[in-house]
Nanobody, 128 residues
Framework: QVQLVESGGGLVQAGGSLRLSCAAS????????MGWFRQAPGKEREFVAAISWSGSRTGYADSVKGRFAISRDNAKNAVYLQMNSLKPEDTAVYYC?????????????????????WGQGTQVTVSS
């Protein structure tokens, strides 16, 4: 059974930092793209960041560019999201996601439709 388990969420003051982790089990994702999405109350789930299978290509939502950094460790079957200069509008449940099909090209995806596996989410709350 494939599982993605997020950790590292919590309550932080504006301007602070958090590092989210996502540990995958049940299969390896070392040849597949992975990403982070978030969903605030009453809003649609939105793209945050994504990374290619090699880790050499990354993409970010404009709202987090320059503040967040996605990385991965294929040996540990894990992906991370370093979040700096957090703002109250970053408050949301953050979800890790993974593409099922290994990628023949070193690409990443913005759209939810490409992702086959999802974690349960971890709450991030940023106080002003």
């Amino acid at each position: 059974q494939v599982q993605l388990v997020e950790s590292g969420g919590g309550l932080v003051q504006a301007g602070g930092s958090l590092r989210l982790s996502c540990a995958a089990s049940g299969r390896t994702f070392s040849s597949a793209a992975m990403g982070w999405f978030r969903q605030a109350p009453g809003k649609e789930r939105e793209f945050v960041a994504a990374i290619s299978w090699s880790g050499s290509r990354t993409g970010y939502a404009d709202s987090v560019k320059g503040r967040f950094a996605i990385s991965r460790d294929n040996a540990k079957n894990a992906v991370y999201l370093q979040m700096n200069s957090l703002k109250p509008e970053d408050t949301a449940v953050y979800y890790c996601a993974a593409v099922s099909r290994p990628s023949s090209s070193d690409t990443y995806y913005y759209q939810r439709v490409h992702y086959d596996y999802w974690g349960q989410g971890t709450q991030v709350t940023v106080s002003s």
